[in-house]
């Protein structure tokens, strides 16, 4: 008798925890309309960027080709979608919701961890494409060998998605910061009609 009693209240501590946890998830807010608003996702919107990387100069295209479930396809095989915490790739959140709240950690692989923060709500950005204002800035730091960290900044404006990306490394022995590249928003096309 005492095993079946005993079995009925693990039974019922697995169903209370369980409807707990389903709580516990309902209760987290939904921002996916807030962060569709800074990367607008669907078929066919476009961005082209002018990029300087370690001195040399071009351009690349970014296109939004295919959908699979939830997930978009760009024209360079990176997937992106909108939840209800921010925009995320398969690996890690670009941009997370509530603004200007805790940092976030991705663990990339195991080497490598990625240590991301909103630094900024209100920010304003000129680049080829134009002057945006109300860009949040997203700050990322990764932990690099010889005493190296490489920090990056996203600059995402509402209705646009992401503007500007400049990163450089800093030296942690000798406290320089030395820039490494810049991808800067030179035209876009948005689609209105979501996919």
Known sequence: MRKIVFAVLIGL???GCSSA???KVSKVPDYSSSAAKYMPLA??????YAVNY???KGTVDIEI???DGEWFLDNKGQKLKVDRRGVRDENRYL????LQKESWISIIDPKTKELRKTVGVDETVTVPAGTFEGAIKVHTTVELPQSKILHSFHYFVAGVGIVKIETAIEDAKEGKLIPQTVTELKKYSINSAKN
């Open 65 to 67: 080709k295919a959908t």
């Open 13 to 15: 501590l697995f169903l």
């Open 95 to 98: 941009l997370m919701f509530p």
């Open 54 to 56: 370690f001195g040399s």
């Open 43 to 48: 078929l066919g919107n476009k961005w082209t």
């Open 21 to 23: 946890k389903k709580d």
